[in-house]
């Protein structure tokens, strides 16, 4: 043997070897579909499965623009390429009519398709796989008890290589490890019920964890905020305090923002604004509180020191006066001079943790597109943020941010257009 | 005295309602108003419409209509996306007394803008939009939109106050399917037998015609035509409060 062909072997080995590895990670806790397991559908089981749907906010992903609830058909731009929602109603040919209750607990707890073909992460199985047998079956049946909508899947639109079974083989290895949630002893039942329906169905990290240029996260950052790919919304820490940490909120301020959408000082909007409109605010008080609880126990795992007193950061210069101008032409009439805001009908700017967090992403998007707090029975008649798209320049809008982030002893960093025009290209979808 | 007022208050009231849309402070109420002032930055005013001629009017338009169109934009039946992103969030029920506000709103029209279009263009609107031509079975405008072409309560809009080419985009994305109404989408069975050009008439014509001394949308359609066949119109259904998202009781599948 030569020295080459020996290279060549021990090269064939250990391809063969990594292969198998990554064919080995991606059967770990397999589900067996052949073996029916009890399964006892029942009128209870189903309004079970109904809420539960409504945790998961199914429908939101599963229900294309216009279309018929359920259907699928949604179009999900991820860095990838497009992929499209599936049909879950129960019609035999194009939705899961025809999965048995191990199927539908194998693409929940595994990622897996009736067919057995691997599933993309869109459909946050990361998060879903922490939901309970149990669990499963209720959602089961309840989607089996929606009217049958005969609507064929849209085949996902991904690119090269990120079109092909073993490249998504590969990142289910790398990020990927299938398991029910394991409720900490240490806690009391109401926390463990907040972190089960945090993790699994709410699959709130989904959106509030970075990502890496795979588009895998890492627990250790764990809901420590992360720009929503594609949509240049950035979903804040949950664990920050300087973002979207709760850790010194009274439980009922908590409660309320995520079931009308507005509390004392704080409101939703943008992507939050159709989580809480198509999830969390039909959830029951004693869910909400459970989450609240364990929302609030959340550590910071990076904690950055506070911005240094004295001069606030610029990483764009701005003409303070021009802005101020702007502010006082466009803004000031809702938002009040002092950027103080109006009470349960206008965010105060001053000293809002939206306004100062680091990214400014959103405020971005807020000033371009306007936008309404969500419709909920707490909240019937929000208040509404005109669009300024059409009335501001990148420069004007950047201006207007910097004023408002380094203006009323608020102190963050400064905005250029550049950053401006990146988000207005991106916008529009 | 009164020449003098008279004089003061012509120069004075459009310089007053400039600075008002600017945004000079104006106090807070708790409105609907001002709630939505989201809507009324890019419509104007009380929703008088824009200055910027596409913008349209929507202060007096039927009630049925402004809600029908609201959800149109939210679930893609119509296309922009400055609207869809905006009402996402909000319920069909607040949807419905957003529309009925605007709806209720009594002010006054801008006079129309002469029309450059050639006479002859503007007498093959003006058929188009009063005649139709029974021999394409094309129903004449006001046979729909009422005699006074102020729309018909609840659901038909007016035709008057509009910008020509705000009138002809819109029939022209209806033409090309851009726009679409509740099935059964009348507008589009009618919009698919006009050509470009009588879009172009029409909407010229439209456009330059004032308002009647009574701009409020007529009670009822005008009696149809015997003999010509039916043109039914879809239409959402109004909100109920509280109901669920399916109609039926949900069974469980054994």
Known sequence: ?429 | MSTHFSWASRLALPFALACMSAGAATPFEDTLAQRTLACTACHGPQGRAAPDGYYPRLAGKPAGYLYNQLLNFREGRRHYGLMTQLIEPLSNAYLLEIAQYFSSLDVPYPAPLPSPAPAEVLRRGRQLVMQGDASRQLPACVQCHGQAMTGVAPGIPGLLGLPRDYLNSQLGAWKAGQRRAHAPDCMKAVVDRLSLQEINAAASWLAAQPLPADTHPAAARPAWPAGSPALPCGSAPLPVADAAPSAAEPKVQK
């Open chain 1, 1 to 429: 043997m030569t020295t080459w062909s020996k290279i060549a072997l021990g090269l064939c080995l250990l391809a063969a070897g990594a292969v198998a590895a990554v064919w080995s990670l991606n059967l770990r806790d397999e589900v067996d579909v052949k073996t029916t397991a009890a399964y006892a559908p029942s009128d209870s089981l189903l309004a079970r499965g109904a809420y539960l749907a409504r945790a998961g906010n199914c429908m939101g992903c599963h229900t294309a623009r216009g279309g018929q609830p359920y259907a699928g058909g949604l179009g999900i731009a991820t860095p990838f390429g497009t992929v499209f929602t599936s049909n879950l109603t129960p019609d035999a040919n194009t939705g899961i009519g025809s999965w048995s209750p191990a199927h539908f607990w194998r693409a929940l707890h595994n990622g897996r398709s009736k067919s057995g073909r691997l599933l993309y992460p869109a459909f946050p199985y990361t998060s879903y796989t922490q939901v309970t047998r149990e669990d499963s079956d209720a959602i089961f049946t309840y989607l089996r008890s929606l009217p049958a909508v005969n609507q064929p899947n849209q085949p996902h639109a991904l690119r090269f290589p990120f079109n092909l079974q073993p490249a998504l083989a590969l990142w289910r290895a790398l990020y990927f490890k299938p398991g029910v949630y394991r409720p900490d002893a240490s806690r009391d039942a109401e926390w463990n019920r907040g972190a089960y329906l945090v993790g699994g169905l709410g699959h709130c990290s989904a959106c509030h964890s970075p990502r890496d240029a795979l588009g895998g996260i890492r627990q250790t950052l764990a809901l420590a905020g992360g720009l929503i790919p594609m949509q240049n919304w950035y979903a804040p820490s949950l664990t920050s305090p300087r973002e979207a940490g709760v850790a010194d909120w009274a439980p009922e301020r908590i409660v309320a923002l995520l079931r009308d959408g507005v509390a004392p000082g704080a409101s939703v909007s943008g992507p939050m604004a159709e989580v809480v409109l198509g999830s969390t605010q039909h959830l029951s008080q004693a869910d909400l509180q459970a989450m609240a609880h364990y929302l609030k126990t959340l550590a910071d795992p990076s904690p950055r020191p506070p911005p240094a007193s004295g001069a606030p950061p610029a990483a764009a210069a701005f003409n303070s006066e021009r802005a101020a101008k702007l502010y006082e032409q466009h803004c000031a009439q809702c938002h009040g001079e002092q950027g103080q805001g109006v009470a349960n009908a206008y965010p105060a700017l001053a000293g809002n943790r939206a306004v100062t967090m680091a990214s400014s992403e959103n405020l971005v998007q807020m000033v371009l597109g306007g936008g309404f707090a969500p419709a909920t029975a707490g909240n019937p008649r929000p208040f509404g943020m005109p669009p300024f798209v059409l009335v501001l320049s990148d420069r004007d809008v950047a201006d207007v941010i910097s004023h408002i982030r380094t203006a009323w002893g608020n102190q963050a960093s400064a905005l250029t257009p550049q950053e401006v025009g990146r988000i207005r290209a991106n916008q529009g979808r």
